[in-house]
T-cell receptor, first 116, second 116 residues
Framework: ETGVTQTPRHLVMGMTNKKSLKCEQH?????MYWYKQSAKKPLELMFVYSLEERVENNSVPSRFSPECPNSSHLFLHLHTLQPEDSALYLC???????????????FGPGTRLLVL | AQTVTQSQPEMSVQEAETVTLSCTYDTSESNYYLFWYKQPPSRQMILVIRQEAYKQQNATENRFSVNFQKAAKSFSLKISDSQLGDTAMYFC?????????????FGQGTILTVHP
């Protein structure tokens, strides 16, 4: 596997279910991101982990819980979701560097989530 | 807060012709980064081109080039010799966070269709 992979690619869940999305990066990066892509809306940054520490949480509801056990893996745990949470969830990674810099983010193919 | 605006929801172009996608942004930062990402129907988001605000020279990558007008806060993407594989959603993105890991703000996207 190369680049950024995500599993599953498609997920259907009920509002009472608990599920997890998985992201893995094979690029040696040290920062990982979760984005939400809804129809007709810009991508929304949800969480950022840099050096395995959560550094950004953009007012995301607590029914979304991220986990970053190491620099290569990122999870998004889902519980008691709402239908409006149906979206494409994208994972990305980059190489964080000191100083003012913005390294390119590399994206995975996404998980298409449908909440019934 | 930074905002990114793509005023063209959809565009189309004939194969081999040139097309320009528009992007404007709003920021009070002096040092920042701009990106164009492409998301084909397969959904994997990939970087097309990036521009550092402190560089006056416009970035180019093969058939892709930008027209960066810092004073006007404009960052358009020109695609020359359009190919069928250029059909995709194109996102303009901005990072003025000054963080070591980067925080992207995306525009709404422009759907580009290349016709044979």
């Amino acid at each position: 596997e190369t680049g950024v992979t995500q599993t599953p690619r498609h997920l259907v869940m009920g509002m009472t279910n608990k599920k997890s999305l998985k992201c893995e990066q094979h690029l040696g990066h040290n920062a990982m991101y979760w984005y939400k892509q809804s129809a007709k809306k810009p991508l929304e940054l949800m969480f950022v982990y840099s050096l395995e520490e959560r550094v950004e949480n953009n007012s995301v509801p607590s029914r979304f819980s991220p986990e970053c056990p190491n620099s290569s893996h990122l999870f998004l745990h889902l519980h008691t979701l709402q239908p409006e949470d149906s979206a494409l969830y994208l994972c990305a990674s980059s190489q964080a560097k000191r100083g003012v810099s913005s390294e390119t983010q590399y994206f995975g193919p996404g998980t298409r989530l449908l909440v019934l | 807060a930074q905002t990114v605006t793509q005023s063209q929801p959809e565009m189309s172009v004939q194969e081999a012709e040139t097309v320009t996608l528009s992007c404007t942004y709003d920021t009070s930062e002096s040092n920042y980064y701009l990106f164009w990402y492409k998301q084909p129907p397969s959904r994997q988001m990939i970087l097309v081109i990036r521009q550092e605000a402190y560089k006056q020279q416009n970035a180019t990558e093969n058939r892709f080039s930008v027209n960066f007008q810092k004073a006007a806060k404009s960052f358009s993407l020109k695609i020359s010799d359009s190919q069928l594989g250029d059909t995709a959603m194109y996102f303009c993105a901005f990072d003025g966070s000054g963080t070591s890991y980067g925080k992207l703000t995306f525009g709404q996207g422009t759907i580009l269709t290349v016709h044979p």
